[in-house]
């Protein structure tokens, strides 16, 4: 009986089951992705490794290392819409890619880090658009803007934003300091006491922590605030707490100077001062949220 046979033989050798199979081909679909994650990290991995340097040796960027791990919970905070999301990729994002590598190769080669590490979103952008779709590169728009927030800017850019800013505050700050008996001459970013000459650039560096606060106001807004128009008001209301906590720095600089001791007031003073008035900026910035809360409740609590 034959039949007898291959029923026996099947018994024998089952067929492999379904779930196997399944499985193999999950693996398979996203071997393209491990492949890109790959090429990414042998691309970019030497201007990560001088990324995390700089987050480290520039106090004015030290917040990056926070901005990583807010991404991360940005994207997990949108995994429902990120799941609802329908996926059309689309050949519409390879010239972003094509862009974003191109700008990669003049970073390296023109030693041009904000270039090359600007290349890095832009890529991210590509890839999400070219796998995903732009309805998906709509969802994640945040979290890829907010990367942008760990990138030194150049120094000439940098310069351009903060020095103006310093200008303000050491007029101001000149204009403060005779009303509390201490005599001034201001010329430029550089208060001329009786007792010595205060330059604002080495005497006080609260303007320095502008992209770290702005940066913690975003966190902040994007935790206690639900829409766009009240986080933005909290983003750019860092930047006048900033000068004001600058001005506070100088002037209590300029005090120090005139009625205590010189080398205290640029030492000792001028290192405990930066801590204390960053603190005092980051309970402004509660303040003015609160104030928000009070002028407006019922929008507050809108989602």
Not at 251 to 265: I, M, N, S
Not at 273 to 288: H, N, P, Q, R, T
């Amino acid at each position: 009986m034959p039949y007898a046979v291959d029923s026996a033989a099947k018994v024998a050798n089952p067929e492999p089951p379904l779930t196997s199979l399944s499985g193999a081909k999950a693996r398979l679909e996203w071997l393209p992705y491990a492949s890109i994650v790959l090429l990414l990290v042998v691309l970019y991995y030497r201007v990560g490794i001088k990324l995390v340097y700089d987050w480290s040796t520039l106090p004015d960027y030290s917040h990056g290392f926070l901005v990583p791990f807010f991404v991360a919970f940005l994207i997990w905070d949108k995994r429902k819409v990120i799941e609802s999301t329908p996926i059309r990729q689309s050949w519409l994002g390879v010239p972003l890619v094509i862009f974003s590598l191109a700008v990669l190769i003049l970073g390296i080669y023109g030693v041009e880090l904000f270039t090359s590490r600007m290349s890095f979103i832009f890529l991210m952008a590509g890839l999400i658009w070219t796998f995903f779709g732009w309805a998906m590169v709509r969802v994640l728009r945040f979290p890829l803007l907010v990367l942008i927030l760990a990138i030194p800017f150049p120094a000439i850019v940098f310069n351009q934003i903060t020095f103006p800013l310093q200008l303000l505050a050491s007029r101001i700050a000149s204009d403060i300091l005779p009303l509390l008996g201490v005599p001034t001459l201001h010329e430029g970013n550089v208060i001329e006491l009786p007792v010595m000459k205060l330059e604002v650039a080495e005497a006080c560096s609260g303007i320095r922590s502008l992209m770290s606060l702005f940066t913690l106001s975003v966190f902040y807004g994007y935790f206690l605030e639900h829409t766009t128009r009240r986080r933005v008001i909290l983003a750019l209301a860092s930047i006048p707490i900033a000068v004001t906590a600058n001005v506070a720095r100088i002037v209590g600089t300029g005090l120090c100077v005139q009625y205590w001791d010189p080398e205290k007031a640029l030492g000792f003073f001028h290192e405990f001062s930066g801590w204390v008035m960053f603190v005092i900026s980051l309970a402004c910035l509660y303040l003015v949220h609160r104030a928000m809360r009070l002028i407006s409740p019922e929008k507050a609590q809108t989602t």
